[in-house]
T-cell receptor, first 111, second 112 residues
Framework: EPEVTQTPSHQVTQMGQEVILRCVPISNHLYFYWYRQILGQKVEFLVSFYNNEISEKSEIFDDQFSVERPDGSNFTLKIRSTKLEDSAMYFC?????????FGSGTRLTVV | GDSVTQMEGPVTLSEEAFLTINCTYTATGYPSLFWYVQYPGEGLQLLLKATKADDKGSNKGFEATYRKETTSFHLEKGSVQVSDSAVYFCALTITGGFKTIFGAGTRLFVKA
């Protein structure tokens, strides 16, 4: 069964550093998403991306965040200057006509 | 706005007990409804889904029925196992929309 692949599975970074989280969506999906789950809390929508542009974003997705589809297969989330409160599990997802699939997540720890 | 409300946990059951986790929703459009499961230290796995009223989603002994009249999608399992211990999230996606809205999650502990 097709999967959404996220790398790395765990990343530790120092406060103030830039991080890029990577995702390979399912190949025939056209919609891409990032979600965040702070430890022990609910899963929160960050941003959706379609046709090479952001289609919707939440108030969490401020100027520190950006998304990009640099080539035909990858979808990235960049955090420009990480803060301690950015520590969370970040999930990528993609959707198409027949379904909506989440990746297994990247655990980001900001120290 | 659109939202999902599910019962607070943790829920603690003995093995072979009957499980119900309540979920209700508010939606401006016509949603598809989902249950996701998250095992300790892992990501989100789709457990089951229903896309229209009166549909029943089922998987691994779990079931949930899309009840439009009560705006509910309660998760049930007749006999839980220790391996079912996880966090369960109810969620919705509005048809034609872009994002999934999650409930707060319900942690289930099953004792042997």
């Amino acid at each position: 069964e097709p999967e959404v692949t996220q790398t790395p599975s765990h990343q530790v970074t120092q406060m103030g550093q830039e991080v890029i989280l990577r995702c390979v969506p399912i190949s025939n999906h056209l919609y891409f998403y990032w979600y965040r789950q702070i430890l022990g809390q609910k899963v929160e929508f960050l941003v959706s991306f379609y046709n090479n542009e952001i289609s919707e974003k939440s108030e969490i997705f401020d100027d520190q965040f950006s998304v990009e589809r640099p080539d035909g297969s990858n979808f990235t989330l960049k955090i420009r200057s990480t803060k301690l409160e950015d520590s969370a599990m970040y999930f990528c997802a993609s959707s198409g006509h027949y379904g909506y699939t989440f990746g297994s997540g990247t655990r980001l720890t900001v120290v | 706005g659109d939202s999902v409300t599910q019962m607070e946990g943790p829920v603690t059951l003995s093995e072979e007990a009957f499980l119900t986790i309540n979920c209700t929703y508010t939606a401006t459009g016509y949603p598809s409804l989902f249950w996701y499961v998250q095992y300790p230290g892992e990501g989100l796995q789709l457990l089951l889904k229903a896309t229209k009223a009166d549909d029943k989603g089922s998987n691994k002994g779990f079931e949930a029925t899309y009840r439009k009249e009560t705006t509910s999608f309660h998760l049930e399992k007749g006999s839980v196992q220790v391996s079912d211990s996880a966090v369960y999230f109810c969620a919705l996606t509005i048809t034609g929309g872009f994002k999934t809205i999650f409930g707060a999650g319900t942690r289930l502990f099953v004792k042997a």
